[in-house]
Antibody, heavy 119, light 112 residues
Framework: QVQLVQSGAEVKKPGASVKVSCKAS????????ISWVRQAPGQGLEWMGW????????NYAQKLQGRVTMTTDTSTSTAYMELRSLRSDDTAVYYC????????????WGQGTLVTVSS | QSVLTQPPSVSGAPGQRVTISCTGS?????????VHWYQQLPGTAPKLLIY???NRPSGVPDRFSGSKSGTSASLAITGLQAEDEADYYC????????????FGGGTKLTVL
């Protein structure tokens, strides 16, 4: 069955970087894209960006441009999201989700990774 | 503020019909981008409820339906059940933001 398994919770200090992984299984990884979405405590969903697992093309949220990088490793069917220069308002649960093509909905989601930014 | 506007909360009694609106603009919903809807139960990842404005993934009951008109979209839930109590989010894409994805602020559905 299709599954996305994310890496475990992280605690980071302000100014540090975090890299969250998302390992896919149950489908041909390079056939679809991966979106990243985050949710601050008690808040709504925020779209972070999308990466094509086929050719690595990306589209990032404007507010995160310059701080976020999304990559894939097709040899291990794993997607990565790195966020740099962390601030306290980056504290959130980070989700990866299969997004078949840019503009489509996201059908399968990872379990989420809590990233806490605190001094 | 979110690019897509949803009511913060709606409520209904079991068996009733409720609708949740999602209001956008000419650069997102009105530009022809599809609208997708998600249901999020407390402490869980979002679940795709409606994709492409009005399509249901397999396994989603036909009590859930979506529509789109102009710069707005709606999610309708008929035959309300206690387990429908959750947060609901609409999502689309926006050409004024370099085509990035955008979510509504979310709507909390309470089943009375």
């Amino acid at each position: 069955q299709v599954q996305l398994v994310q890496s475990g919770a992280e605690v980071k200090k302000p100014g540090a970087s975090v890299k969250v992984s998302c390992k896919a299984s149950g489908y041909t990884f390079t056939s679809y894209g991966i979106s990243w979405v985050r949710q601050a405590p008690g808040q709504g969903l925020e779209w972070m960006g999308w990466i094509s697992a086929y050719n690595g093309n990306t589209n990032y949220a404007q507010k995160l441009q310059g701080r976020v990088t999304m990559t894939t490793d097709t040899s291990t069917s794993t997607a990565y999201m790195e966020l740099r220069s962390l601030r306290s308002d980056d504290t959130a649960v980070y989700y990866c989700a299969i997004t078949y093509y840019y503009g489509s909905g996201s059908d399968y989601w990872g379990q989420g990774t809590l990233v806490t930014v605190s001094s | 503020q979110s690019v897509l506007t949803q009511p913060p909360s709606v409520s209904g009694a079991p068996g009733q019909r409720v609708t949740i609106s999602c209001t956008g603009s000419s650069s997102n919903i009105g530009a022809g981008y599809d609208v997708h809807w998600y249901q999020q139960l407390p402490g869980t990842a979002p679940k795709l409820l409606i994709y492409g404005n009005s399509n249901r993934p397999s396994g989603v009951p036909d009590r859930f339906s979506g529509s789109k008109s102009g710069t707005s979209a709606s999610l309708a839930i008929t035959g309300l059940q206690a387990e429908d109590e959750a947060d609901y989010y609409c999502q689309s894409y926006d050409s004024s933001l370099s085509g990035q994805g955008v979510f509504g602020g979310g709507t909390k559905l309470t089943v009375l």
